[in-house]
């Protein structure tokens, strides 16, 4: 009769087609298997990740621009402003949202009160404001244009 209860008492040494140890342990042979894929996955994962932010970003530069549009044209109409504080304006705008190389015009040229309506025009060049999409793109310049009645001194209201 065997003796069931010896095979329990005798010493751990493993047969060649048998392992010890922890039951799911990664063998020598595989080890820098997981490294080389961490290795060739995370810049692809970066790329993608890069892309969809550069994406957004140029898609959002014709919204910048028509909002810094609307603030200058805004300055513009009210009475008492001037060509520079339009342009300030409009440049601050713009700044403020990572946009630069903007060229910013102010139609007419000088605001007096005898100016009916006033036009402000502004082209962004899209390649200079993106870091790589901007160049495969089709589109070369944002040009947004508003014009607005201007405010005359008779009919702005008393500061009070």
């Known amino acids: ?8 008492n005798s010493s751990p040494v ?8 922890r039951p799911h342990a990664v063998p020598r042979a595989r080890r820098g298997g997981m490294a080389l894929q961490f ?7 970066w790329c993608v990740f890069y892309l969809c932010f550069e994406n957004c970003r140029v898609s959002l530069i014709p919204k910048a621009v028509e909002s810094a549009v609307y603030s200058g044209c805004r300055t513009a109409a009210s009475a008492g402003s001037t060509t520079a504080q339009v342009r300030q ?22 605001l007096d009160d005898s100016v009916g309506e006033v036009t402000v025009r502004v082209e962004v060049p899209v ?3 993106s870091f790589l999409l901007g160049h495969a793109e089709g589109c070369e310049h944002v040009v947004r244009e508003l014009t607005m009645n201007r405010q005359s ?3 702005r209201l008393p500061n009070g």
């Open 1 to 8: 009769m065997p003796n069931h209860l010896s095979s329990l």
């Open 14 to 21: 493993a047969s060649p087609g048998q392992r010890l140890g």
């Open 39 to 45: 290795a060739m996955l995370v810049p692809l994962v």
């Open 89 to 110: 304006q409009t440049e601050q705008q713009l700044l403020s949202l990572g946009i630069s190389k903007a060229t910013i015009k102010v139609i007419p040229a000088v």
């Open 127 to 129: 390649a200079e404001n």
């Open 153 to 155: 001194a008779a009919t």
